[in-house]
Nanobody, 124 residues
Framework: QLQLVESGGGLVQPGGSLRLSCAASGFTLGYYAIGWFRQAPGKEREGVSCISSSGGSTSYADSVKGRFTISRDNAKNTVYLQMNSLKPEDTAVYYC?????????????????WGQGTQVTVSS
């Protein structure tokens, strides 16, 4: 009943853009901090971006800073990740996660709810 569903992934050329969505059901997303994480084949999961429950605080990995933007619309129970200037190294499965009372929002172990992921492939 507590579910997060990612959407918006796909195949895009280098330099292109995608917007990922993370929609919650079974709980009110506005009470939770949300993190975006990604995992490429053969690599460990890494934090991409996170946002506080109110949207007043955001964080980004150095590798995506200036290119990605996280936002949330609590009325729609949805969090977004706008990805611009995509690079081949951004190719990965992207996951959203929700957690309460999180101080280090880029640490995956702090999150209790996870989506199934959406594939992002950046290739010419």
């Amino acid at each position: 009943q507590l579910q997060l569903v990612e959407s918006g992934g796909g195949l895009v050329q280098p330099g292109g853009s995608l917007r990922l969505s993370c929609a919650a059901s079974g709980f009110t997303l506005g009470y939770y901090a949300i993190g975006w994480f990604r995992q490429a084949p053969g690599k460990e999961r890494e934090g991409v971006s996170c946002i506080s429950s109110s949207g007043g605080s955001t964080s980004y990995a150095d590798s995506v800073k200036g290119r990605f933007t996280i936002s949330r619309d609590n009325a729609k129970n949805t969090v977004y990740l706008q990805m611009n200037s995509l690079k081949p190294e951004d190719t990965a499965v992207y996951y959203c996660a929700a957690g309460a009372r999180i101080s280090l929002c880029m640490l995956s172990s702090n999150y209790g709810y996870w989506g199934q992921g959406t594939q992002v492939t950046v290739s010419s």
